[in-house]
């Protein structure tokens, strides 16, 4: 696969579960994915939330994106972005509707954290690739 099909199987498929360490305990949870292009790979969450104050301790993460029979896990470090116009873009979107109550309560800036992956290389498995050697794809 190529990196531009790698990022729209992510985009067609924005549920992934993202692995972070708490401590020495790995943590995984299921996350939505904001979007996925050559500018990174971006989501948000709440300040919070364990998982926020976990990938500011440490930005190494892994996501894993699955749809159609094959998985894709992505490796790579987390940068927390401040960004007012993407944050804007974020919170006008017709996919984070769920976001309005946040803004209905005059906590919307204060509460919304994005975090770009960067420094990336993506993995792909298949049944048919279950046993070939993994050839990490760099990303970014």
Not at 3 to 19: D, G, H, R, T
Request: hydrophobic residues 40%; glycine residues 4%.
């Amino acid at each position: 696969m190529t990196k531009e099909e790698i990022f729209q199987f992510m985009n067609e498929n924005p549920v992934f579960y993202l692995a972070s360490m708490d401590g020495d305990q790995p943590r995984v949870r299921g996350m939505l994915l904001f979007r996925a292009n050559e500018d990174g790979i971006i989501f948000h969450t709440s300040a919070q939330k364990d998982v926020y104050a976990q990938i500011r301790n440490n930005p190494k993460a892994e996501l894993c994106f699955f749809g159609n029979g094959m998985q894709i896990r992505v490796t790579g470090e987390l940068e927390y972005v401040q960004d007012n116009e993407l944050k804007e873009e974020i919170y006008n979107h017709p996919s984070r509707k769920f976001l309005q109550v946040w803004r209905e309560n005059g906590i919307s800036d204060d509460i919304l954290r994005i975090f770009n992956l960067r420094k990336a290389t993506a993995v792909i498995w298949t049944m048919e690739t279950n046993f070939a050697e993994k050839v990490p794809i760099s990303l970014f």
